[in-house]
């Protein structure tokens, strides 16, 4: 069965109740009703430096975040889904098919699976985000600051020996901003706290919501362990007092962060074109321990 006619059974199956067929080309995956808003996309690039660089200084299994913007299903009007990310050309959205259809990459999908995250608490991360088009991570000026390719090398150097924290702190002790490559997760980190903490503070949510949108555990833990041994004042002011003292930290939350917390949910792993649907870390890490074939000569 080629990709169209993936495509046309998937569609086919989605409207007379069957169930899909995986593993499933991306072309069916994106047709299809499979993405939510606001899922956290984790990829990595074989044979690309830059790729290899951000997992080497920061550990991980993956170089970039970014965060699904709008998928088709739940927009009307649009026919293609949009992440929103941070890379070198600042803050901005982006076809998630070109993610998804290169060879070369892995693409891996979570979610936000609580019961309270909705429709407004994901527009709302959505928003936040967005707004960073206009904010400080739009580093329009990042070419006259005089980044290149040797400056990512170094910050990336000082991320693996002293982390991406450390980096990201001397960098703006010097007045320049650290390499959008290297933040795109902490980006995606502060759009959901912020937009939670804004939600809270509204009323809309309990500030013990915001323990379920902190993906670094070692700074979770420094969220109460029992939210109801306190009142609502001290619960509103605890929360706050976390955001505005963990700010620098959760920007400097890389990729892996996201891959490793267990309060986003696997959902999908792309490779080699085909969409896997998973349920597991295990399972995901499974399906992640591969590498693209070679072109022969």
């Known amino acids: 069965m080629d990709g169209l ?4 059974a998937a569609s086919a199956g989605l409207e007379t109740g069957l169930a899909p067929q995986w593993p499933m080309t991306v072309d069916a995956f994106l047709s299809g009703p499979y993405l ?3 899922d956290v996309v984790l990829t990595r690039t074989h044979r690309d430096f830059r790729s290899w660089l951000i997992r080497w200084a920061t550990k991980g299994s993956f170089s970039h975040a970014a965060l699904v913007f709008l998928v088709p299903h739940q927009e009307k009007g649009f026919n293609n889904s949009f992440v929103i990310e941070s890379t070198s050309k600042g803050v901005d959205l982006a076809n998630l098919a070109d993610y998804l259809n290169d060879r070369r990459s892995v693409v891996g999908i ?5 019961g309270w995250f909705q429709n407004d608490a994901q527009s709302l991360v959505r928003g936040r985000m ?4 206009e904010s400080k991570y739009s580093y329009a000026t990042i070419a006259s600051l005089g980044w290149n390719f040797f400056s990512e090398l170094a910050f990336g150097v000082r991320s693996r020996i002293s982390g991406t924290r450390k980096a990201i702190r001397g960098r703006r002790d010097q007045a320049l901003q650290p390499p959008n490559e290297f933040i795109c997760s902490g980006l995606v980190q502060l759009g959901f706290v912020n937009a939670i903490a804004e939600q809270d503070a509204a009323g809309s949510l309990q500030p013990s919501n915001i323990a379920d949108v902190v993906f670094r555990d070692d700074l979770a833990r420094f969220l109460p362990a029992n ?4 009142s609502a004042e001290d619960q509103m002011e605890m929360m706050w007092m976390f955001v505005d003292a963990f700010g620098e ?3 400097a939350s890389t990729p892996e962060d996201l ?9 999908y792993i792309i490779r080699g074109g085909e969409v896997h649907p998973v349920t597991s870390d295990e399972q995901a890490r499974e399906l992640l321990n591969w590498r693209p074939r070679r072109k022969k000569s």
Request: a negative charge.
């Open 5 to 8: 006619e993936q495509t046309e």
């Open 36 to 38: 939510q808003r606001s």
């Open 110 to 114: 979570k979610r936000v699976n609580n």
């Open 130 to 133: 967005l707004n960073s088009i």
């Open 227 to 230: 939210w109801a041994d306190f």
């Open 249 to 251: 930290d959760l920007e």
């Open 259 to 267: 891959a490793a917390t267990a309060k986003l949910d696997w959902v």
